[in-house]
């Protein structure tokens, strides 16, 4: 009963590589996110996504491209990895602000995802 | 713009002893939500408090107390009595509204803190 998740939990590969994260949130939540946290523990947001469209496209590297096939799962799509991609990446959700929900503003995170580019 | 500031990179306290945790923050917004979130070692971010901007009433939950003062643009957080599993990284957040029903946090820097047996 994961509220949300995210696969994989560890990922070990080479620069240059394709990679993709997953992410799912069964909270019936319409929003989701994805942040970045760096070596220095640092949270910054990626992308977030309202009912499958990008609303929120901080100055992140074209080759990073989330996907959004429904609004429970937004995946991140990173091509060409950089030895400074490796870091860990949090899915989140929320409710959606006009919605009338009294957690609405709450954002819930997944476990992480921890990128290590050799 | 929208900023936390956590001017604490690092405690250390001794069990059983209370600790604060400082938190400014700057917006412009005059809605807006503050946040309290824990990272233990294992990683994963967990959702300790979340306040508003309207309501400054201090709140209490177990041994956690939180200490909202709109005047100086501070949300503190205290641990009563701490423990070895208090011991973590703690993050505090603002959140910026987006009129497209979403939104994002602006997180500080994170205050970790270590409780020693």
């Known amino acids: 009963d994961t509220a949300v998740s995210q696969t994989p939990k560890y990922l070990v590969t080479q620069m240059g590589n394709d990679k993709s994260i997953k992410c799912e949130q069964n909270l019936g939540h319409d929003t989701m996110y994805w942040y970045k946290q760096d070596s220095k523990k640092f949270l910054k947001i990626m992308f977030s996504y309202n009912n499958k469209e990008l609303i929120i496209n901080e100055t992140v590297p074209n080759r990073f491209s989330p996907k959004s096939p429904d609004k429970a799962h937004l995946n991140l799509h990173i091509n060409s990895l950089e030895l400074g991609d490796s870091a860990v990446y949090f899915c989140?959700?929320?409710?959606?602000?006009?919605?009338?929900?009294?957690?609405?503003?709450?954002?819930?995170f997944g476990p992480g995802t921890r990128l290590l580019v050799l | 713009a929208q900023k936390v500031t956590q001017a604490q990179t690092e405690i250390s306290v001794v069990e059983k002893e209370d600790v604060t945790l400082d938190c400014v923050y700057e917006?412009?917004?005059?809605?807006?939500?503050l946040f309290w979130y824990k990272q233990p070692p294992s990683g994963e971010l967990v959702f300790l408090i979340r306040r508003n901007s309207f309501d400054e009433q201090n709140e209490i939950s177990g041994r956690y107390s939180w200490n909202f003062q709109k005047s100086t643009s501070s949300f503190n957080f205290t641990i009563t009595a701490s423990q070895v599993v208090d011991s973590a990284v703690y993050f505090c957040?603002?959140?910026?509204?987006?009129?497209?029903?979403?939104?994002?946090?602006?997180f500080g820097t994170g205050t970790r803190l270590k409780v020693l047996a």
């Open positions: 957040a603002l959140s910026e509204a987006r009129t497209s029903g979403t939104y994002k946090y602006i």
């Open positions: 989140a959700s929320s409710q959606d602000l006009r919605r009338l929900s009294p957690n609405r503003e709450t954002q819930y």
């Open positions: 917006t412009r917004d005059t809605t807006y939500y």
